[in-house]
């Protein structure tokens, strides 16, 4: 059968959204700009010559992905119910037309490798499911053991009319996904857990401390950027507390930038000049302007608490009050603050791994 064939069935199933469906999982890798990348290994598995060994193992495991029993979503829904069923030739229509699903059967779109450590070969594929003939979603699934009993995993959804910026991969005991966003690649990487697939939580991206202001008598700021937004902590070596870890707001003239945002009604200020790019500024709510020194080298070195015995102490509020810190030492140093102010009930605020200030809100 003719690939062009192939396209003209899914054409004629009568479901406008199908149409769609099928541009979105697979047209775009063939005409529709996706980037330059390199690329997994791919046959046509349709022509009629004698295959090389290579092509042959590599076609008889792609015919078990087109006629397989896969596991699929019955309803779009947070927490679906799954039902079971077996494709032909890549695609599986019910009886009354209420669901479609079928196999992306695209360069880029298929892969294989040994996903367990088994030693065995498994495959990962993504397909779309129409419910209904209302809507398309995809899903990723891995069939293990490819070249034996094919068991198929539940899926996991990753989305609708996705695009790739490049081919899924099998490697180190996991499959990659680098979705393509109109902003940004998202490479999302997924484990086998059990009878499903498990995605692992992104790192987020090194920090890079843009400016680290050394305040003259107390305070230690630095401006620093993180997964692409512009953020500001503010740390008060006195009485060991961080007032501001946040967003922050550039401001820009002539003379200098300024880094600011408020902590309650407490605007704090980090200015850097630029003509002298050596010397910067800390301000505090109404406090008294505190000239500082740009330095170099870690951030960590002014910022962080001492190690040792954990420790409770009394520390003031930037807006009235007072604060109980507890600092637990660690690998990811807990703190634990309790917040008490004359007329206003007492509350807890904890983050793991950061220094917190205490919020009061009236």
């Not at 099928?22 to 980037?35: C, H, K």
């Not at 695209?106 to 070969?121: C, S, V, Y």
């Not at 406090?287 to 015995?309: F, K, M, R, W």
């Amino acid at each position: 059968m003719k690939r062009t064939k192939r396209s003209i069935s899914l054409k004629t199933i009568g479901l406008k959204m199908l149409s769609v469906a099928a541009i979105s999982l697979s047209g775009i890798v063939e005409g529709f700009g996706t980037p330059a990348v390199a690329q997994t290994t791919w046959y046509n598995c349709l022509t009629r010559e004698v295959f090389t060994p290579e092509k042959q193992v590599w076609c008889d495991r792609w015919q078990t992905l087109q006629n397989a029993d896969y596991i699929v979503p019955t309803s779009f829904t947070e927490n679906p119910a799954y039902t079971t069923v077996t494709l032909e030739n890549g695609r599986y229509e019910q009886s009354d037309g209420a669901m479609i699903v079928m196999l992306a059967n695209e360069r880029n779109w298929l892969t294989f490798g040994d996903i367990n450590n088994d030693g065995k070969e498994d495959a990962a594929v993504i397909f779309g499911v129409v419910p209904g003939g209302t809507a398309i979603v995809t899903y990723l699934t891995v069939l293990l053991d490819i070249d034996g009993v094919a068991q198929a995993l539940t899926p996991v959804a990753l989305g609708e009319r996705i695009m790739l910026n490049g081919p899924i991969t099998i490697d180190n005991a996991r499959v990659t996904v680098p979705l393509l966003t109109s902003t940004a690649v998202m490479n999302r990487s997924y484990v086998v857990d059990g009878s499903s697939l498990l995605e692992l939580t992104q790192l987020p991206a090194p920090e890079e401390t843009l400016a680290l202001c050394e305040g003259e008598r107390r305070h230690t700021a630095r401006v620093y950027s993180a997964n692409g937004q512009l953020k500001m902590r503010v740390f008060d070596r006195q009485d060991g507390v961080v007032w501001m870890d946040s967003v922050a707001i550039r401001d820009t003239n002539s003379e200098v930038t300024t880094y600011f945002n408020q902590f309650g009604e407490v605007t704090v200020r980090v200015s850097v000049n630029r003509n002298s790019p050596g010397d910067c500024s800390i301000q505090v709510g109404d406090q008294p302007l505190e000239p500082g020194t740009i330095v170099e080298g870690n951030a960590a070195n002014s910022e962080d608490p001492n190690s040792g015995e954990p420790s409770l102490t009394d520390v003031p509020s930037p807006v009235g009050g007072t604060v109980k810190q507890l600092t637990i030492p660690g690998p990811e140093t807990s703190v634990l603050v309790t917040c008490d102010r004359e007329g206003f009930e007492p509350f807890f605020f904890t983050d793991q791994g950061n220094w917190v200030g205490c919020r009061i809100s009236e």
